[in-house]
């Protein structure tokens, strides 16, 4: 799971298995943004989930959030080698009186094998 | 669509040097984001501006000073380089502050200091 001080974490599967990245978050969100990251490039968006949805999907991919527990989840069905990248959660914080910022986790870098 | 311009890409200096980085945005968004990324971590937020000539610090502004100059472009100057210090330095933009915007990020100026 991603979050405090730890180092990225690192998940190796083969093409054609699940699989699922959790991301734990310590203060209160309305808003949980996972970002794919390709060697060389700076991060894009992937999925954006609320606080009102429980579940959001776009094509292989399926985001979960539980503000109770305050996690999410990132699953990929039937990995493809393309999706080797590292993937982020970010959560919107507030930082302070009226500001708030966007605040990542460490990454999970996903491999994906033929 | 619009594109995020990170220059320069890749940057050398030395020890105690004062350095900047630049960031263009076309997407006309109010809100741009410094991000540091050191090998195998997250990304820490260092400054973002809400809005032209706005500057808000991020969890690692020490040691930095940035500058929203005009909508379009933002910023960061590191104040003074420290040995040995590598990093990638990430601009994004986003159309406002809260949560629910998409950051959209260029591909990042790489900072090594010899």
């Known amino acids: 799971s991603q979050w405090g001080e730890e180092n990225l974490q690192a998940l190796s599967i083969q093409e054609g298995e699940d699989v699922t990245m959790n991301c734990s978050y310590k203060?209160?969100?309305?808003?949980v943004h996972w970002y794919r990251q390709d060697s060389g490039r700076g991060p894009a968006l992937i999925i954006l989930i609320r606080s009102n949805e429980r579940e959001k999907r776009s094509g292989r991919l399926r985001a979960t959030l539980d503000t109770s527990s305050q996690s999410s989840s990132l699953s990929i069905t039937a990995a493809q080698c393309e999706d080797t990248a590292v993937y982020f959660c970010a959560t919107h914080r507030n930082s302070g009186g009226s500001n708030y910022k966007l605040t990542f986790g460490k990454g999970t870098l996903l491999t994906v094998t033929p | 669509g619009g594109i995020i311009t990170q220059t320069p890409k890749f940057l050398i200096g030395q020890e105690g040097q004062k350095l900047t980085l630049k960031c263009q945005q076309n997407f006309n968004h109010d809100t741009m984001y410094w991000y540091r990324q050191d090998s195998g971590k997250g990304l820490r937020l260092i400054y973002y501006s809400i809005t032209e000539n706005d500057l808000q610090k991020g969890d690692l502004s020490e040691g930095y000073d940035a500058s929203r100059e005009k909508k379009s472009s933002f910023s960061l100057t590191v104040t003074s380089a420290q040995k040995n210090e590598m990093a990638v330095f990430l601009c994004a933009s986003s159309a406002g502050w809260e949560g629910q915007n998409t950051l959209y990020f260029g591909a990042g100026t790489r900072l090594s200091v010899l």
């Open positions: 203060t209160y969100t309305t808003v």
